[in-house]
């Protein structure tokens, strides 16, 4: 049986320079050695229409409600089984595309709900998925305590119902020791973790 397989690019960087969209790229084309017949369909958060309409006090009223935008990309997420999202670190936290996306995608009783809990509890609707989050980020691991962009995405997909495989957690990117290193050297430093990560995906 072959899967259906979600890739959401998120970098504000042209494609060419992003090292979260190469490593990206890389990791699914060691996915397709192990499943060559999964349906592979990338989707560019910098252009789709949550990139250019955001939520905010003029249009929230009518934001969570008959929002065809929304449908349009749950329905994408529940006809899919397996989700990569490359994910920079941006200004300490994820890029405001992938934001917005999660925005839109975030409905209440559409990817998660709170009636079929007695206690409760959030249930969440897009079991469906298994979800590999691949992080970069310029400083080391661990660095800004009040931020991690890595835990928030694992959390908030979690909550959603999807099973997280551990990310793929790329630090260090602009210190001395990494600054200077092509996309192509820094895949290398971490070909071995990619290659399994795919293989077990």
Not at 51 to 59: D, G, H, Q, W
Not at 134 to 141: D, F, M, V
Not at 145 to 168: C, M, Q, R
Request: hydrophobic content about 35%; glycine content about 2%.
């Amino acid at each position: 049986m072959s899967n259906k397989v979600l890739v959401l690019l998120s970098s504000p960087l042209p494609k060419d320079k992003s090292i979260s969209t190469y490593l990206t790229i890389k990791f699914v084309h060691d996915y397709l050695k192990q499943h060559p017949n999964d349906e592979i369909n990338y989707l560019d958060l910098n252009e789709i229409e949550s990139a250019s309409t955001i939520l905010k006090a003029s249009n929230f009223s009518a934001f969570f409600e008959n929002n065809f935008i929304s449908d349009k990309y749950i329905n994408l997420l529940k006809n899919s089984n397996k989700l990569i999202i490359a994910a920079p670190m941006i200004n300490f936290n994820v890029p405001t595309t992938l934001k917005s996306f999660i925005d839109y995608i975030c409905i209440a009783n559409k990817t998660f709900s709170y009636k079929y809990s007695a206690k409760g509890e959030s249930k969440g609707l897009l079991d469906n998925l298994d979800v590999q989050i691949i992080a970069t980020q310029g400083a080391p691991k661990d660095w800004y305590l009040f931020s991690s962009h890595k835990d928030y995405l694992e959390g908030l997909w979690k909550f959603l119902g999807a099973n997280v495989k551990p990310t793929i957690h790329v630090t260090s990117l602009k210190t001395k020791e990494f600054s200077q290193k092509s996309r192509e050297e820094i895949y290398e430093l971490y070909k071995s973790e990619i290659e399994k990560r795919a293989k077990e995906f």
